[in-house]
């Protein structure tokens, strides 16, 4: 007990790590965000007084087609007529014509209705993103774990669509699903030297796209647990699944309804305040790519605390400052409250999901978050729409069946009061 001292002043060394350059940077980009988001409200605003206008026109233009049709038809007589007495006139007379046409052009892709190709311009009409994400999903056991009641034994007994059966109608209606891969996907045998190492079968990832989860965060602590080439394993079976992977320096991008989505992934527990610098280079990145929507999804906190604790808060700020549309948190194996900060959301743990790493732990309690994004012109839309599915890792309760179930009735209710205490003063 003697060390706790100790470890609270490392705890606040590593707060107040590079907090002066931190907080430049912060200023920084909040000047260049609000510039930007200035541009984009002028943007809106004449995109909405030019479909004022192209309505009122509709009634003038349905008025002056027969008036249209003589005069280009007089015209076309004029300019044959014309062509007869004086080819060169007639030509210059048609040039013009091409000139107005192209300006017309030109006129129609300023005003942000049409790209440079002439088509038209994306999210000219709003489109909706639903988003669902949830917590650890170790797919795979521990091999010093009781084998009879693994996940491994249950893949075995029931197959792949039986672990996310019961959230895949949930899964299956959004349009974008994301989780934290907590293990590897391997057939090395080189486990790591530590308490606990998971792995599961290459199959596995069979798991995911059968219960229509289609993106993944590796940057964990058991992301290496079989050596790095599990990680490299892990990506590469995933992804020729058809499963997004992001994580550490590994950005994703991903375009939906022709919406690109930007996704990051942030390994706290080993470097607290100091991975706030590969989180700024990431968000600028996707940024550059034009991430229109941008997703952090960080493995930070401490084991079974309820509280986020200041490096979370700090780090999801951090994030929120520099771009970031929404930010997940996991690790701490249990639930943690929702913040709104700056008008986005930061969910700080979502808990264990379908998790092989406890046969029966003893808090079972975990949810769905989802948000619906509306996409306007490239600009998100300031409505907030989330929904919260409070769940079970098991659909009993005695042991993990490894099976994510929604509640209903006072379980629901108990949870939702649960996550609603948690955020409390956030």
Same mark, same amino acid.
């Given at each position: 007990?003697? #060390?706790?001292?100790?470890?609270? %002043?490392?705890? /606040? $060394? @590593? *707060?107040?790590?590079?907090?002066?350059?931190?907080?430049?940077?912060?200023?920084?980009?909040?000047?260049?965000?609000?510039?930007?988001?200035?541009?984009?409200?002028?943007?809106?605003?004449?995109?909405?007084?030019?479909?004022?206008?192209?309505?009122?026109?509709?009634?003038?233009?349905?008025?002056?087609?027969?008036?249209?049709?003589?005069?280009?038809?007089?015209?076309?007589?004029?300019?044959?007529?014309?062509?007869?007495?004086?080819?060169?006139?007639?030509?210059?007379?048609?040039?013009?014509? #091409?000139?107005?046409?192209?300006? %017309?052009?030109? /006129? $129609? @892709? *300023?005003?942000?209705?049409?790209?440079?190709?002439?088509?038209?311009?994306?999210?000219?009409?709003?489109?909706?993103?639903?988003?669902?994400?949830?917590?650890?999903c170790t797919l795979g056991t521990d091999v010093n774990f009781d084998q009879s009641?693994?996940?491994?034994?249950?893949?075995?007994?029931?197959?792949?669509?039986?672990?996310?059966?019961?959230?895949?109608?949930?899964?299956?209606?959004?349009?974008?699903?994301?989780?934290?891969?907590?293990?590897?996907?391997?057939?090395?045998?080189?486990?790591? #030297?530590?308490?606990?190492?998971?792995?599961?079968?290459?199959?596995?990832?069979?798991?995911?796209?059968?219960?229509?989860?289609?993106?993944?965060?590796?940057?964990?602590?058991?992301?290496?647990?079989?050596?790095?080439?599990s990680y490299t394993d892990t990506i590469r079976y995933m992804e020729d699944a058809?499963?997004?992977?992001?994580?550490?320096?590994?950005?994703?991008?991903?375009?939906?309804?022709?919406?690109?989505?930007?996704?990051?992934?942030?390994?706290?527990?080993?470097?607290?305040?100091?991975?706030?610098?590969?989180?700024?280079?990431?968000?600028?990145?996707?940024?550059?790519?034009?991430?229109?929507?941008?997703?952090?999804?960080?493995?930070?906190?401490?084991?079974?605390?309820?509280?986020?604790?200041?490096?979370?808060?700090?780090?999801?700020?951090?994030?929120?400052?520099?771009?970031?549309?929404?930010?997940?948190?996991?690790h701490p194996h249990v639930l943690q409250g929702i913040e709104k900060y700056n008008?986005?959301?930061?969910?700080?743990?979502?808990?264990?999901?379908?998790?092989?790493?406890?046969?029966?732990?003893?808090?079972?309690?975990?949810?769905?978050?989802?948000?619906?994004?509306?996409?306007?012109?490239?600009?998100?839309?300031?409505?907030?729409?989330?929904?919260?599915?409070?769940?079970?890792?098991?659909?009993?309760?005695?042991?993990?069946?490894?099976?994510?179930?929604?509640?209903?009735?006072?379980?629901?209710?108990?949870?939702?009061?649960?996550?609603?205490?948690?955020?409390?003063?956030?």
């Amino acid at each position: 007990m003697g #060390d706790i001292p100790e470890k609270q %002043q490392m705890q /606040k $060394d @590593r *707060d107040g790590l590079a907090e002066s350059g931190r907080q430049n940077r912060i200023r920084e980009k909040r000047e260049r965000i609000r510039k930007q988001r200035k541009r984009e409200r002028a943007a809106l605003i004449f995109s909405e007084v030019l479909v004022v206008g192209c309505l009122a026109g509709i009634g003038i233009l349905s008025a002056s087609e027969n008036l249209s049709g003589s005069q280009n038809a007089q015209r076309g007589n004029n300019t044959d007529k014309a062509a007869q007495a004086d080819p060169k006139g007639a030509e210059t007379d048609t040039q013009q014509m #091409d000139m107005q046409d192209q300006n %017309q052009e030109k /006129k $129609d @892709r *300023d005003d942000g209705s049409h790209n440079e190709d002439g088509s038209q311009a994306q999210n000219a009409v709003p489109v909706q993103i639903t988003v669902s994400a949830a917590g650890d999903c170790t797919l795979g056991t521990d091999v010093n774990f009781d084998q009879s009641k693994s996940f491994n034994a249950y893949y075995n007994e029931h197959g792949a669509a039986y672990f996310l059966e019961n959230v895949k109608s949930v899964f299956s209606a959004d349009d974008l699903t994301i989780v934290n891969m907590e293990g590897t996907l391997t057939e090395s045998s080189d486990r790591q #030297d530590k308490t606990f190492a998971f792995k599961g079968e290459p199959g596995y990832t069979a798991v995911l796209t059968d219960g229509s989860v289609e993106a993944a965060n590796l940057a964990n602590n058991h992301s290496k647990d079989y050596g790095a080439d599990s990680y490299t394993d892990t990506i590469r079976y995933m992804e020729d699944a058809g499963i997004t992977t992001f994580g550490y320096d590994r950005t994703a991008l991903m375009e939906i309804k022709g919406v690109k989505i930007g996704l990051t992934g942030i390994y706290e527990l080993a470097e607290g305040m100091g991975c706030e610098d590969l989180l700024i280079k990431n968000i600028d990145a996707l940024e550059e790519q034009g991430a229109q929507i941008i997703i952090v999804s960080f493995h930070w906190g401490t084991e079974k605390e309820n509280y986020p604790d200041d490096i979370q808060k700090s780090l999801a700020h951090s994030a929120i400052d520099h771009g970031a549309d929404l930010v997940l948190g996991h690790h701490p194996h249990v639930l943690q409250g929702i913040e709104k900060y700056n008008g986005k959301n930061i969910v700080y743990s979502l808990g264990n999901f379908c998790f092989g790493g406890n046969s029966n732990p003893s808090d079972k309690d975990t949810m769905i978050f989802q948000q619906t994004f509306t996409i306007q012109n490239g600009v998100i839309a300031e409505d907030d729409v989330t929904n919260i599915i409070p769940c079970s890792l098991s659909s009993v309760s005695d042991r993990n069946d490894y099976q994510p179930t929604p509640l209903e009735g006072s379980e629901k209710d108990r949870v939702m009061d649960k996550i609603q205490k948690f955020s409390s003063g956030l």
